[in-house]
């Protein structure tokens, strides 16, 4: 690459580094093409881009976006997934390439400006979507409420039938 080339390049990288919401660090050892084109297609599916990074360049990026603390796991071969949706999405997407037997690994992620661990990508990865705990607390909240409009429907039905036996035991009297 030229010396115009890299400075476009980590022009380009450090905009990234600022304005998406999430971007997860991986190391793709292990990776043949086959395989990585099919972890980007996954990628694509849900809006999310995948890009073999040079580590000096990456970290440069990093230093002007005033992300000094993800520098130090930009080491070894590193390609970034980064989004401007769902900043989980990666997580879980990876997380099932993982699944099937196959590379690769996270390293680290800058969630919306923090900073997470591998350990931590994992544990985000296995927690359900925003619309699932959106239903779950919906239902948590809708429960009692369905339980309360039943029983009271149960003493309403109770209180008729009640009512209709006094009547036709008062027509045969």
Same mark, same amino acid.
């Given at each position: ?45 849900? /809006? +999310? ?9 990456? !970290?440069?990026? %990093? ?5 000094? @603390? =993800? ?38 992620? /800058? +969630? ?9 990508? !994992?544990?985000? %990865? ?5 619309? @699932? =705990? ?40």
């Amino acid at each position: 690459m030229t010396r115009e080339e890299k400075q476009k390049e980590v022009a380009y990288l450090s905009e990234l580094f600022s304005s998406s919401k999430g971007i997860y660090l991986t190391d793709f050892t292990g990776l043949n093409v086959e395989l990585l084109a099919s972890l980007r297609r996954k990628l694509r599916d849900c /809006s +999310i881009s995948y890009r073999v990074v040079k580590n000096t360049l990456a !970290a440069q990026a %990093a230093k002007q976006a005033g992300l000094n @603390e =993800l520098m130090k796991f930009i080491e070894g071969p590193t390609a970034l997934a980064y989004t401007d949706g769902d900043p989980v999405m990666p997580a879980k997407v990876i997380s099932e390439f993982l699944e099937e037997g196959q590379r690769p690994r996270f390293k680290s992620a /800058s +969630i919306e400006g923090e900073l997470y661990t591998a350990e931590q990508v !994992a544990t985000l %990865a296995a927690l359900p979507s925003k619309e @699932e =705990l959106l239903s779950e607390i919906f239902w948590g909240i809708s429960s009692p409420i369905c339980g309360l409009v039943t029983s009271l429907q149960s003493i309403l039905r109770t209180l008729v039938t009640t009512l209709d036996a006094i009547v036709k035991q008062r027509e045969q009297q």
